[in-house]
């Protein structure tokens, strides 16, 4: 696990490429702290941040070919390259290393771009091909690690967080007004785009191919899409079920450093911890919150039936607020998903033990783990209906006053792709109360229209689950995962997320997943004799976070403060956010999620001045000219 940064440019000073390089090594040390590295020629310039993990004494990047002609720096892990090292001596290969990324370089010889296909892991990766004059930049299916880039006075930065390339870039940098946006609904940023007008992500399953001349192509290799052929016989699936995630565990286990488990008070980090378990004495780190809704509680319960080494920590209101900030800043950009902060917290204390560490996200979309996806068997009697009986009586509800019976048949009169955008909606048709009036109000809808398309001939479920996968996994769930996990130099593995599990996931039908207000039915009977009987039926609960109730007081009053005094005034109605507050703190709404993803956007744009104003740049001044 690592950090990789690179810039293509046939026009640079070679000490200027050499030392942005070693500024964009510097910004994100945290990534690799075991050691470092840069190497530069006439157009291309890679740099390298190593976390030891595989091969810790031989694995140095940047990696070559047996010639020279190629040169690789990879972040991730590789799960199958020992297969595929054997594979490639055979066929006359000589390595140099046994590190995992070693097997990239020699399939790319045999195989050229096609060679992408046959990995299997988590991964990004820099691959420049001299006698081609070219630099591939590839990303894994689901986009677990990181990989953003930027087009700057003419040259081409690369690097695994966006930190880095805004402490080189030339050009001044502003908040991009689209993005802004959608965050507001989201809490995140979607697609390929970033907070930073300008500086985009590498789309997951996608690679770029970049030129000299600065011409980038992208090509996509993988998306996700259901089987055409569904199973029949629901117990041998179960069985399919088990061992696909069974043998992804097992080689997600492979680390020569300690190998630790997150466990929470849910089932899917309770079938990883179970299965890791059965290979020796375990690390198990759970984070809980004072008060009612203590995880804690049930895992550590969870902890003594596994018979694990158990660790776990209690944050109280105090010792939250006061990571905030720098957890804003290790994410990059807004991420206002409350969970981050706890996650954090537990990747620091999990370092202090291991240095990788497994999880159990995707599972949720996956296997069709969120409670919303009950929603369409919920909403079937009135979806049912004619259009020509839903268009009218839609209308109608709109002018009724909000209520739990209105909201229930405007929804099933609403067709999917106009309701449902993933797992968090937070400001939608109140949106433009908190815009400043000079930005636009785009449409999100349009934003997913291509997936929805996509998907024109799935079921909603299935509907659902193609958003989630393309939106709320690779922009919310895997950025905070990564981030935090790497800000404590702490590799975070998911073995839900692996094409095998993936494979046998995406041919399960529908039913046997939701079934009688039950989700994930298949996976939890897959797993009923490991996994403790306080778990396997609990419904799915997310991170219990209080805001709600911290807001109420003077907390509440603390961030409005903030808010007021970031200068964002540019983006945001100060008048109604206060009245946000108010309406919060006298019980007439829940504002907790609104308040916060405003928050969370105050706290980053006041970082971001900070770092213009150290880097003697002009961002601060360029952004609020919006």
């Known amino acids: 696990m690592c950090g990789i940064n690179g810039i293509v440019d046939n026009t640079s000073v070679h000490s200027i490429m050499q030392e942005d390089l070693l500024k964009m090594n510097e910004q994100m040390i945290h990534r690799g702290p075991d050691d470092q590295a840069i190497w530069s020629d006439d157009q291309i310039g890679l740099g390298f941040c190593r976390l030891a993990i595989i091969n810790p004494s031989t694995g140095m990047q940047p990696l070559t070919n047996e010639d020279g002609t190629l040169r690789l720096i990879c972040n991730g892990e590789i799960y199958n ?15 140099t290393t046994k590190s995992d990324a070693e097997v990239l370089l020699h399939l790319y010889e045999d195989l050229g771009e096609a060679f992408i296909y046959e990995l299997r892991g988590m991964f990004a990766f820099l691959l420049w091909d001299e006698q081609q004059k070219r630099l591939i930049a590839g990303r894994d299916p689901f986009g677990i690690k990181p ?43 979607p697609g390929v785009n970033t907070m930073f007008e300008g500086i985009k992500s590498v789309r997951p399953g996608s690679y ?65 911890t179970a299965l890791m378990r059965q290979y020796g004495p375990l690390h198990t780190f759970s984070i809980g919150f004072e008060g009612e809704q203590n995880e804690c509680e049930i895992s550590r319960e969870t902890a003594k039936q596994l018979d694990t080494i158990h660790h776990e920590q209690t944050l109280s209101e105090e010792a939250y607020f006061k990571l905030v900030d720098e957890v804003i800043r ?12 706890p996650l954090y917290a537990l990747c620091k204390m999990a370092k202090e033990k291991v240095t ?147 494979n046998v996931a995406r041919a399960t039908p529908t039913r046997w997943l939701i079934d009688k207000g039950t989700t994930k039915r ?55 956010v206060e009245q946000l507050l108010h309406e919060h703190q006298v019980g007439k709404k829940d ?26 740049k002009l961002i601060g001044k360029t952004s609020a000219r919006l």
């Open 147 to 189: 990989l953003h880039y930027c087009i700057d006075d003419g040259r081409v930065l690369l690097s695994s967080e966006i930190s880095s390339l805004v402490r080189v870039r030339r050009e001044h940098s502003k908040v991009d007004a689209k993005s802004y946006a959608h965050y507001l609904t989201l809490q995140y940023v």
């Open 356 to 502: 990788v560490v497994l999880s159990g996200e995707g599972a949720d979309e996956l296997f069709a783990g969120y409670r919303i996806y009950q929603e369409p068997e919920a909403l079937k009697a009135i979806a049912s209906l004619p259009d020509v009986l839903k268009k009218p009586l839609r209308h109608a509800l709109s002018k009724l006053p909000s209520m739990y019976g209105v909201n229930y048949l405007q929804r099933a009169c609403t067709p999917l792709d106009e309701r449902f955008v993933g797992n968090a909606k937070i400001f939608h048709d109140d949106k433009s109360s908190v815009l400043n009036k000079r930005l636009i109000n785009y449409n999100l809808y349009e934003e997913m229209s291509k997936f929805y398309e996509e998907a024109r001939n799935w079921n909603d479920v299935q509907k659902m689950q193609h958003i989630d996968m393309n939106f709320w996994l690779p922009g919310d769930i895997l950025v905070k995962g990564d981030r935090m996990s790497m800000a404590n130099s702490l590799e975070l593995r998911v073995p839900f997320l692996d094409m095998e599990v993936y």
């Open 591 to 616: 504002n907790s999620r609104k308040l916060w993803v405003i928050y969370v956007f105050a706290v980053w744009f006041e970082q971001q001045a900070q770092v213009i104003e150290s880097n003697e």
């Open 208 to 272: 770029l191919c970049i030129e000299t001349s600065g011409k980038i192509i992208s090509k996509t290799y993988w998306s996700p899409q259901p089987s055409t052929v569904e199973p029949t016989d629901r117990n041998d699936w179960k069985t399919n079920i088990r061992e696909s995630i069974k043998n992804s565990v097992k080689v997600h286990m492979q680390s020569d450093v300690p190998v630790g488990s997150f466990l929470s008070s849910g089932i899917d980090s309770t079938i990883i």
């Open 522 to 576: 298949l996976l939890r009977e897959a797993f009923a004799d490991i996994v403790p009987e306080h778990v396997l039926h609990r419904p799915k609960l997310g991170f219990p976070v209080p805001l709600r109730k911290w807001l109420k007081g003077d907390r509440g009053t603390a961030i409005v403060e903030r808010i007021a005094a970031s200068n964002v005034g540019d983006f945001v109605d100060l008048h109604y």
């Open 330 to 341: 290790k994410l990059n950009q807004p991420i206002a998903d409350p969970s981050a902060i």
């Open 81 to 95: 390259y020992q297969e595929l090292r054997m594979n490639l001596i055979a066929r006359g290969h000589r390595f």
